[in-house]
């Protein structure tokens, strides 16, 4: 080929990958993690763990401990059914300050979203889903309880635990959130048998978590800051709150730990990466 030609088609390509990249919002983003139940190349989907035995709904609460010092943070923006008129008196189940403290310390987390919350907070919904740094996944819609006596939440019926949870994929599809993880966790993390077993097929993993950080409804943000430090080993799952009201001290321990664990040597991943790490066993 003459040089003169090669040199305009290299111009012309250089030229294109220029408005292309003139066209582009902000950074490059991750490829958008599928739905349950939705088609895409296998590549696209984010890694999930295979069902239990007859189909059972597979549970994971923490990563392989042998695969480095990584550690997930999840958030669970709770809001039961029932909480519309607490909300409308000005009662807060978001927490700006901790999304933005987890963005200054670019410490990426999975949220645990509930339909409710996500119909009361459509924009914060959306802007979370829209950041690579966030994975939303389903909290259910109601945040009633699966199972009986749990922590004293409203209970679902059996028959309609199902409909409760794909209900909630709607609520975040319709506030902006595209493509929610195939994850779910049960409402005060109380599920049996039969929780399992009505959530089979909806091709779904529960999450669970091995580090409790005793943020709900703490006042003390030291005494919750070392629980999560005693407690997170390699591959741990910290489950926190990013409610205001129930939560009033989880940025300041997020503000705390992130430091120390960095200084320990861990790395922070979301769950889907301690979820491809187990190879789609539990």
Request: charged share 20%.
């Given at each position: ?6 040199r ?9 990958a220029?408005l ?17 139940g ?23 609460e ?5 695969h480095g ?19 409308a ?9 901790l ?7 670019k ?25 690579p740094?966030?994975?939303?996944a389903?909290?259910?819609w ?11 939440l409203p209970t679902?019926?059996?028959?309609g635990?199902?409909a409760?949870?794909?209900r909630?994929?709607?609520s ?10 195939p994850?779910?966790?049960?409402p ?14 909806l091709g ?14 703490a ?6 800051a ?14 926190m709150?990013?409610?205001?009201s ?15 664990l ?9 769950v889907?990466?301690?979820?491809g790490?187990?190879?789609g066993?539990r």
């Amino acid at each position: 080929m003459p040089v003169a030609r090669a040199r305009r088609i290299a111009a012309v390509c250089a030229l294109g990958a220029a408005l292309t990249a003139c066209g582009t919002a902000g950074p490059a983003r991750q490829a958008p993690a599928r739905s349950p139940g939705s088609a895409a190349p296998s590549a696209a989907r984010p890694p999930v763990l295979a069902p239990g035995p007859g189909g059972l709904t597979p549970v994971f609460e923490h990563g392989p401990r042998t695969h480095g010092k990584t550690v997930a943070f999840t958030f669970d923006a709770d809001m039961t059914a029932d909480q519309g008129p607490r909300a409308a008196s000005g009662e807060h189940f978001d927490n700006p300050g901790l999304i933005a403290a987890l963005r200054a310390l670019k410490v990426p987390a999975t949220v645990f979203m509930t339909g409710r919350w996500a119909d009361q907070y459509p924009a914060e919904a959306r802007d979370l889903a829209r950041d690579p740094q966030f994975e939303v996944a389903n909290h259910s819609w109601s945040h009633y309880a699966f199972t009986a006596d749990c922590y004293g939440l409203p209970t679902v019926d059996a028959d309609g635990m199902r409909a409760d949870v794909q209900r909630a994929y709607t609520s975040l599809r319709k506030a902006g959130v595209p493509h929610p993880m195939p994850y779910f966790r049960f409402p005060g993390g109380c599920y049996d048998q039969r929780a399992l077993r009505e959530l089979s097929g909806l091709g779904v993993t529960a999450v669970q978590w091995d580090v409790v950080s005793g943020d709900a409804f703490a006042t003390d943000a030291d005494a919750v800051a070392r629980q999560v430090l005693d407690g997170v080993k390699p591959g741990s799952v910290v489950v926190m709150h990013c409610t205001r009201s129930a939560a009033p001290t989880t940025e300041q321990v997020v503000r705390t730990v992130v430091p120390e664990l960095r200084e320990r040597g861990y790395r922070f991943v979301k769950v889907s990466e301690l979820i491809g790490q187990s190879g789609g066993h539990r």
